[in-house]
């Protein structure tokens, strides 16, 4: 029952409800049924909200000294959610080369691809992609990013991509939210990184790069805010996340030569999610997985382009189902990332 939309669910069980009453069961009997189905599921009602809120080469520890000194949102997500204790990033690279040299996805690096598609290799521009899986169920979706890179990402209803203030980046969630119904809301938020001096600037709360965290989870409160005057805070689900790590210099990048740079931060909240608690492990492909999951959506498709081979093609993210309270806390996930970092088979 658990991926059931609310439509679907009722009309199941009004079915149910005419075979047993053809039946000549007890009403009483037929309550019973009835609470069983509507309260044996690990996610929301079927008009959920998931926002996926990305600051851009956000690391666990920059993240957990904001939450301890200021970032009352990001502090109340983490204590009320879960956190990934090691969350790794597909390429951390700032182009993604395919062999031959092309460029298919421009200049967006490959973990922002990898959280839309749920894939670790990304060969085709023809791909599967959470946006156009809302937009099969009817549920519109947004992306607002504050770097022209992000120009590549048109599957969604809703799409703005250039050098926009963070705040303009959630204003354009919170509009569409409220004009429009959007469901599935998709930020990016990328002037933290012009902040950055060095990795010392992580852990100290006087430093320009935590002040422009703190920035960060003001604006994540303001959409909260939104979540709540919109009457649909309670069936929400909001992933903070980090796209990629940061190097160890003071220029602001992220090579893939640095172990670093492929280290970002994970934190999932909202209804059926543990409350305080931390998985080991996950990867970037898991968010779109997960994104999918949450709105209740079939399966991604992966590669739809037919020139790509069937083995490389499909989805190869992890639905983490150890971050739910109803289900075991135990998870085989097959860290492909991490034993490529540290060459294990
Ligand atoms: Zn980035």
């Not at 670790?120 to 521009?125: G, I, K, L």
């Not at 504050?146 to 809703?158: I, R, S």
């Not at 980046?169 to 919170?174: C, D, E, L, P």
């Not at 409220?178 to 852990?203: A, C, F, N, S």
Request: glycine share 8%; aromatic share 8%; net charge positive.
């Amino acid at each position: 029952m658990q991926r059931t939309g609310k439509s679907q669910k009722t009309k199941l069980l009004n079915k149910m409800l005419d075979i047993f009453i053809k039946a000549g069961w007890k009403k009483i009997k037929i309550w019973t049924i009835a609470v069983l189905i509507f309260t044996n599921t690990s996610v929301s009602g079927g008009e959920s909200v998931v926002v996926l809120f990305v600051i851009d080469g956000l690391q666990r520890d920059a993240a957990e000294v904001a939450a301890a000194n200021g970032a009352s949102n990001l502090r109340f997500l983490i204590e009320n959610g879960v956190y990934v204790k090691e969350a790794y990033c597909t390429s951390p690279a700032p182009r993604m080369f395919l062999p031959d040299g092309s460029l298919p996805w421009g200049t967006s690096s490959s973990p922002n691809v990898a959280m839309h598609t749920g894939t670790h290799v990304f060969e085709s521009r023809q791909m599967d992609d959470i946006f156009l899986s809302a937009r099969r169920a009817k549920i519109k979706s947004v992306f607002a990013g504050g770097a022209v890179n992000y120009e590549e990402f048109t599957t969604p209803d809703f799409c703005y991509a250039g050098s926009l203030s963070d705040s303009m980046v959630v204003q354009h969630g919170i509009n569409h939210l409220k004009k429009d119904g959007v469901r599935l809301i998709r930020l990016h938020l990328q002037r933290i990184r012009d902040r950055w001096t060095g990795p010392e600037d992580k852990l100290d709360p006087a430093s320009e790069y935590q002040k422009a965290v703190i920035k960060c989870d003001h604006l994540l409160g303001k959409l909260i805010e939104a979540l709540r005057s919109e009457n649909v805070w309670k069936e929400s689900y909001i992933i903070v996340a980090g796209d990629h790590g940061m190097g160890i210099t003071s220029q602001s990048d992220h090579p893939p030569s640095v172990y670093s740079s492929w280290l970002t931060f994970m934190n999932f909240y909202g209804p059926g999610i543990r409350k305080g608690e931390n998985i080991p492990y996950a990867e970037s492909p898991d968010l779109a997985i997960m994104v999918n999951y949450l709105l209740r959506l079939e399966p991604l498709k992966g590669h739809i382009d037919p020139s790509v081979p069937e083995a490389t093609g499909g989805v190869t993210g992890t639905l983490l189902t150890n971050i739910f309270e109803d289900k075991s806390r135990m998870l085989k996930h097959p860290q492909m990332i991490r034993r490529y970092l540290k060459q294990e088979p």
